[in-house]
T-cell receptor
Framework: GAVVSQHPSWVICKSGTSVKIECRSL??????MFWYRQFPKQSLMLMAT?????????EQGVEKDKFLINHASLTLSTLTVTSAHPEDSSFYIC????????????FGPGTRLTVL | KQEVTQIPAALSVPEGENLVLNCSFT??????LQWFRQDPGKGLTSLLL?????REQTSGRLNASLDKSSGRSTLYIAASQPGDSATYLC??????????FGTGTRLTIIP
């Protein structure tokens, strides 16, 4: 089956620093990847849609200058949280949609970000 | 606004019992509906995907149904086991091709 990985699985950083999270589709090419955020005991909220070779589309209320998304290849998308603050602490999950026409999204294992 | 709701938020059931989890959505114009499982601190595992043209899907002890007209889906788990304990998320793809997640039901199977 399709596998999506994320790195790192968890990260702790100081307030004001930037953190990069990688999302990779390991055995398929993904023209579209999605980034979600999940706060404790809440559901997943879509942050942005990442399309290979073009700018990401951000959901309302998500600051594009704070959450930088780069989808430079068909197997890699990165999310950089710039100038992180404690309120950015959350569980970030990516997913990838296969270009083969399948309807489902394949989810990564998530990255736990803690900003001190 | 397209919303997905799951009730109850938490459910505890003795091992061996059958159970039903509920999901409701506000817009009947859906593309598909999925049920996921999430273990604490982990990512999502896809359980079942139901296309808008389908009424149900089955995988092992799991059966998911879809009633678009009433805006409801159910996930039936037969002969529950302690390993079934997890949070179950319902997610709907509406016409805009984005997944909208419900708030989840945290299931605990009591040995």
């Amino acid at each position: 089956g399709a596998v999506v990985s994320q790195h790192p699985s968890w990260v702790i950083c100081k307030s004001g620093t930037s953190v990069k999270i990688e999302c990779r589709s390991l055995d398929f090419q993904a023209t579209t990847m999605f980034w979600y955020r999940q706060f404790p005991k809440q559901s997943l909220m879509l942050m942005a849609t990442s399309n290979e070779g073009s700018k990401a589309t951000y959901e309302q209320g998500v600051e594009k200058d704070k959450f930088l998304i780069n989808h430079a290849s068909l197997t890699l998308s990165t999310l950089t949280v710039t100038s992180a603050h404690p309120e950015d602490s959350s569980f970030y999950i990516c997913s990838a949609r296969s270009p083969s026409g399948e309807d489902t999204q394949y989810f990564g294992p998530g990255t736990r970000l803690t900003v001190l | 606004k397209q919303e997905v709701t799951q009730i109850p938020a938490a459910l505890s059931v003795p091992e061996g019992e059958n159970l039903v989890l509920n999901c409701s959505f506000t817009d009947s114009a859906i593309y598909n509906l999925q049920w996921f499982r999430q273990d604490p601190g982990k990512g999502l595992t896809s359980l079942l995907l139901i296309q808008s043209s389908q009424r149900e899907q089955t995988s092992g002890r799991l059966n998911a149904s879809l009633d678009k007209s009433s805006g409801r889906s159910t996930l039936y788990i037969a002969a529950s086991q302690p390993g079934d304990s997890a949070t179950y998320l319902c997610a709907v793809t509406f016409g805009n091709e984005k997944l909208t997640f419900g708030t989840g039901t945290r299931l605990t199977i009591i040995p």
